[in-house]
């Protein structure tokens, strides 16, 4: 595999990886609030968007990289 393809998958494992973290605090928020903890709750509901934020940068990198390399 090329060191560009291999950049490029690395890219979207970072972002899959981030995605699933934030999935995964989007559940204990949503646990969190249910049982009234609202501190608890929104720290999760902060955490998970931070997840999404992060996934977000690496999927714009991507991007990014494809328009520099895309022959109109």
Do not use: I, Y
């Not at 494992?13 to 249910?34: V, Y």
């Not at 999404?52 to 990289?65: K, M, N, P």
């Amino acid at each position: 595999m090329s060191e560009k393809l291999e950049v490029a998958a690395a890219l979207f494992d970072s972002a899959a990886n981030d995605l699933e973290e934030a999935a995964k605090h989007c559940r204990t928020a949503a646990g969190r609030f249910r049982a009234g903890e609202v501190p608890r709750g929104a720290a999760h509901a902060w955490a998970a968007h931070g997840h999404v934020r992060t996934a977000l940068e690496s999927l714009d990198a991507q991007a990014r990289e494809h328009a520099r390399e895309s022959n109109p």
